[in-house]
């Protein structure tokens, strides 16, 4: 069965960084555009960054464009959310996502905090 699972979330100070990773199972990685998004307390999930499957194209929101950015090794399973200049607002759950066969799959989910 499909399976995400998010890591590398944690407390960090404004201008920090972090790397969150998702390793993925039970579907062909290789072949499957792969999303990162996130959830702010009370705030809809909104999409972070998208990439292709051969990792050749990704997009991004305006709000992390110049600060985030995706990337995936596809002989490990992995795809990797890098995050720089971090600000307050980014604080959020950050979620994998992929759709599969009609099917939504989604991460637990990793809670990042950017606080001083």
């Known amino acids: 069965q499909v399976q995400l699972v998010e890591s590398g979330g944690g407390l960090v100070q404004p201008g920090g960084s972090l790397r969150l990773s998702c390793a993925a199972s039970?579907?062909?990685?290789?072949?499957?555009?792969m999303t990162w998004y996130r959830q702010a307390p009370g705030k809809e999930r909104e999409l972070v960054a998208v990439?292709?499957?051969?990792?050749?194209?990704?997009n991004y929101a305006h709000s992390v464009k110049g600060r985030f950015t995706i990337s995936r090794d596809n002989a490990k399973n992995t795809v990797y959310l890098q995050m720089n200049s971090l600000k307050a607002e980014d604080t959020a759950v950050y979620y994998c996502?992929?759709?599969?066969?009609?099917?939504?799959?989604w991460g637990q989910g990793t809670q990042v905090t950017v606080s001083s």
């Open positions: 039970g579907f062909t990685f290789s072949s499957k555009v």
């Open positions: 990439i292709s499957s051969t990792g050749g194209s990704t």
């Open positions: 996502y992929i759709q599969s066969g009609g099917t939504n799959y």
